[in-house]
């Protein structure tokens, strides 16, 4: 079984702002530096990412444009990881497991129209639950990096 792992990216105040999506996560020694202080909390730490992030795999696994490219992908461990991804950078207090965002995805022919369908699922994932645009932005920012080694298809 291939498990899908996606990104997207968003410009937001004229910055790329890119989303992983990946049953792996990235290295824990990014996120202490990269946390902006209050981030984990106002997204409602953990309880809140969780139902952020079942909310968010909900819609991806039901948006046409997408949702086929789950089709092998279990939702637990997909809400799994991305909860431990979005707490690790938000600056909460977990590990985030798993291979490089490079290795994940080398074989997934991701390109910037599958980006765009996937962020747009998380900003309505955030929208219904209550998250701030500022706060939208802080967490959409520590994702950005990553869309180098997610993308690989142009």
């Known amino acids: 079984m291939k498990a899908f792992a996606l990104c997207c990216t968003l410009m937001v105040s004229g910055a790329t702002l ?8 990235v290295p824990p020694a990014a996120a202490p530096a990269a946390a902006p202080s209050g981030l984990y909390a106002a997204l409602g730490e953990q309880a809140g990412i969780d139902r952020l992030v079942d909310d968010f795999v909900e819609r991806l696994v ?4 997408i949702g086929p490219q789950f089709k092998d992908t279990k939702p637990a461990a997909l809400k799994e990881s991305l909860a431990e991804q979005f707490c690790v950078l938000s600056g ?10 490079r290795e ?3 074989d997934m022919e991701i390109n910037k129209g599958d980006f765009n369908a996937l962020v747009e699922q998380l900003q309505r994932a955030m929208d219904a639950q209550g998250i701030a645009f500022r706060q939208q932005n802080r967490l959409l ?4 990096p990553m869309h180098r080694d997610i993308i690989t298809r142009h």
């Not at 890119?18 to 996560?25: D, G, M, N, P, V």
């Open 18 to 25: 890119t989303l992983a999506h990946a049953q792996t996560t």
């Open 62 to 65: 039901r948006d046409p444009r």
């Open 92 to 101: 909460g207090p977990c590990t985030y497991h798993g291979g490089t965002m």
């Open 104 to 106: 994940v995805h080398a």
């Open 141 to 144: 920012a520590l994702l950005a």
